[in-house]
């Protein structure tokens, strides 16, 4: 919630005028020209006077260091410094305060920054930047290049020679401070001007905030261009925050500008630095103040003015933010409409505590398989009708050599021997093979639990089955009388299956050109989405319309030669089950690797739905998961060559055309990361995690396909050299490898670098991602 500490009546209207604000001073202007510091422990004490000015102060800012307390304001006249410990001691001795003037006639000064160390200050005036120096009380840097007035500038935390600025004119420019020139400058982001600008120093990121309620992140690499993290509309993620506009559709043509962004609890050192959420952004609004998650591109709350009457302030027209040592952050606010500021403050743990939702899951059980459990169906096994025998004839033998191998269940074990997979190397990029093996889209592609052997799944009907060299020629598999969607291994490698929109399912076995299972059409009304198999190779696990659908299943590939084509092999369906809004199922994951209750399934009505299959039911259901329904859904499953942290199988990934990919956490039920760098328009291009947990691969539409870190928005790496919208990507369980397959019928296999290692500790990404969701 957010309370009012204390207003302060000013003589005029300040409106969008930037103000001075410390955690121990505020300061406003008095008749135009003078200054009043009030100090915020108590506002009633008589306030420090500072007078110099000639011309009506424009703006005012303190500086960054704790000691000295320095403060600057401008007008058209002069830019002063004043230090407020000399000044306090001045006006003591019976004294004027007096000012240093560091700069003269600079215009209209709009806005003012101090650099980290406090010895240079910006000054915006017009269409120029002007870099003023406290020891040579002089100008010392003159930037001009914007098209239109300058709104803000800020220097860079982590390099002093680096200066960003907004302007009118709709760009943003970072700055070589040292030559004066431009190292970048942003492309038109938006229809309204923009007016903020902020630095997050964790992940090297600049934030800028438009006149129009848009929020853009941008990486700055260490050859000082810029690239695109992600894009927030303050206005659509507030509507999509209320559940659609309600309520609140009056204020539909309300604009939100954004007057002010810092990060959410930034100067904490109370906050355990792994538990605190970088990610987060406070942005002040005419309106009120927003909480942003920049990881995820949502809004994390919204407070309104309205929403507290007993505030001074109902619309705002400048912000000025500070931390406070109490787990709560304070604000200084300017009224749009009257002349008054107010200093409010805003406690972080109402919203920590909003997000800590009661609903929690796991993937790990947490107690066996009840007794009425659907897990617990077994098959019963159909005795073969032996043929009833004539006279004396004897049972013979039911193979014609003299000697047979033996089964080897006397013998010693031989032992298996897996070699890890590497948790140091840099993600695959290197194109190492690259093939053309039909002229139809690779639907989908799913590596054996060994990495051995690849399965594709194709447009033109059929199944590929390589070897995970790529060389050689490879086992075609027909039948499928539509294209291939789905295929999947057991987790023995002795069979798989494939699935298809002729709304049939085959289940195959190694070196049988016929499957040994035909589910055919008189089995679904739809056709089947996805299929695999589930709880240690015991059940089939399917989705058609708006159910999942579970078999047992019994495969026998011998045959009687009178009877060749009867199939020997039977399933059972053990039990379906409905989505909780009867809409229809996009695409599931389930774990097979180990025993988990859990399935994941995404729903034509944009939802996911969480099936708990020990108890048959929908144990969870998360609405509007995307603005579309997304048509893959996929788990961090690792694999048996690599070893992750327990939590960090908890993460999945959704994707959905036109809104990116998302990384959500189970034991949350919340997204957690947002990657929105590739191209997703039409067409459904899936990702995959890798086995070490720390890349996620996408197909994208711009032919390539991305690479990101799991733990940043920006995108690591992007593949390039495909001929057409990649559509499936799959990761070698066994070693560093990256499949990728094209809508035109190609599939390219990459490599990492070789002897490139990471220079940081990447080990636990996917366990450090996760626990900043808790």
């Not at 505030?311 to 952050?329: C, E, H, K, R, Y």
């Not at 956490?665 to 995690?689: E, F, K």
Request: hydrophobic share 35%; proline share 4%.
């Amino acid at each position: 919630m957010i309370v009012e500490r204390f207003k302060l009546t000013c003589d005029k209207l300040l409106s969008y005028q930037q103000l001075a604000y410390s955690y121990c001073y505020t300061c406003i202007p008095q008749n135009g020209k003078d200054i009043l510091m009030y100090s915020n422990a108590d506002v009633g004490q008589k306030a420090l006077l500072f007078t110099g000015h000639h011309s009506e102060i424009t703006s005012m800012t303190f500086g960054k260091k704790n000691s000295p307390v320095l403060l600057c304001s401008a007008s058209a006249d002069y830019i002063i410094v004043w230090n407020v410990e000399v000044c306090q001691r001045r006006v003591s001795q019976g004294q004027i305060a007096a000012g240093t003037v560091i700069g003269s006639l600079p215009g209209e000064v709009v806005h003012l920054s101090f650099c980290l160390s406090d010895e240079r200050v910006a000054a915006c005036s017009g269409a120029t930047v002007y870099i003023l120096s406290l020891e040579k009380e002089e100008t010392i840097s003159t930037l001009t290049g914007h098209l239109g007035p300058v709104t803000s500038a800020e220097f860079c935390t982590w390099d002093k020679n680096i200066l960003v600025t907004t302007s009118e004119d709709r760009t943003f420019k970072v700055w070589d401070l040292q030559t004066e020139t431009v190292f970048y400058q942003s492309f038109i982001l938006s229809a309204s001007p923009l007016l903020s600008v902020f630095f997050m120093k964790e992940n090297r990121h600049i934030i800028s905030g438009s006149a129009d309620g848009q929020v853009w992140c941008f990486s700055l690499h260490a050859d000082f261009s810029c690239q695109l993290v992600t894009k927030i509309d303050l206005h659509k993620n507030e509507q999509r925050h209320q559940g659609g506009v309600g309520e609140k559709s009056s204020e539909m043509d309300i604009s939100k500008p954004v007057l002010k962004i810092v990060s959410f609890g930034s100067c904490h050192d109370n906050i355990d630095a792994e538990k605190k959420d970088k990610s987060w952004l406070c942005v002040g609004s005419t309106d009120g103040l927003y909480v942003v998650n920049l990881a995820t591109s949502e809004l994390v709350s919204v407070l309104h003015f309205t929403d507290y009457p007993n505030l001074s302030i109902a619309m705002a027209g400048s912000w000025v933010f500070s931390d406070t040592p109490n787990n709560s952050m304070l604000f200084l606010v300017s009224s749009l409409f009257t002349p008054c500021v107010g200093l409010l403050e805003f406690c972080l743990g109402d919203v920590e505590r909003i997000q800590a939702g009661s609903q929690s899951f796991s993937i790990f059980p947490s107690s066996p398989p009840l007794m009425e459990s659907p897990l617990n169906a077994e098959l019963k096994k159909k005795e073969p009708n032996h043929l009833k025998k004539k006279g004396g004839v004897k049972e013979q033998p039911l193979v014609f050599h003299s000697k047979v191998k033996s089964s080897g269940y006397t013998s010693s074990p031989r032992g298996l021997f897996l070699k890890d997979y590497p948790d140091d190397t840099a993600a695959p990029t290197v194109l190492r093979v690259h093939l053309s093996i039909t002229n139809k889209p690779v639907y989908c592609l799913q590596y054996s639990g060994d990495g051995k052997q690849l399965l594709c799944g194709l447009g033109d009907n059929s199944v590929f089955m390589y070897k995970s060299s790529l060389h050689g020629n490879p086992a075609v598999y027909t039948g499928h009388d539509k294209p291939v969607s789905s295929v999947s291994w057991s987790l023995n490698r002795q069979c798989w299956l494939s699935a298809s929109h002729d709304q049939t399912l085959r289940l195959w076995t190694h070196d049988i050109p016929e499957p040994a299972v035909i589910m055919g059409k008189n089995m679904f009304s739809k056709p089947i989405k996805a299929a695999q198999f589930y709880y240690l190779d015991k059940f089939l696990l399917l989705a058609s319309g708006d159910s999942l659908h579970l078999y047992l299943y019994h495969v026998d590939v011998t045959h009687d030669d009178i009877k060749r084509y009867q199939q020997r092999s039977y399933v059972k369906l053990s039990g379906c089950f409905s989505t909780s809004s009867g809409a229809d199922i996009t695409d599931l994951s389930a774990i097979n690797d180990f025993f988990a209750y859990i399935v994941l399934a995404c729903a034509s009505n944009r939802s996911i739905q969480v099936f708990d299959m020990n108890k048959g039911v929908v144990a969870a259901e998360v609405p509007d998961a995307h603005s579309r329904a997304a048509h893959c859904i996929t788990q961090n499953k690792g694999s048996m060559f690599s070893t992750q942290a327990p939590e960090s199988y908890n993460l999945f990934l959704t994707s959905a055309v036109t809104d990116g990919l998302k990384l959500w956490d189970l034991r949350t039920l919340r997204c957690v990361r947002r990657y929105d760098n590739h191209v997703n328009r039409c067409h459904s291009c899936s990702s995959a995690i890798s086995p070490c947990g720390r890349f996620v691969a996408c197909g994208s539409e711009d032919k390539c396909a991305y690479v990101y870190d799991i733990r940043s928005s920006s995108y690591l790496h992007k593949l390039q050299r495909h001929s057409e919208t990649v559509l499936s990507v799959a990761f070698n369980p066994a070693t560093p490898q990256l499949l990728t397959g094209t809508l035109d019928g190609k599939i390219s296999l990459f490599d990492p670098n070789s002897g490139i290692r990471l220079s940081h500790d990447t080990r636990s990404a996917a366990q450090n991602i996760s626990s900043m969701a808790l």
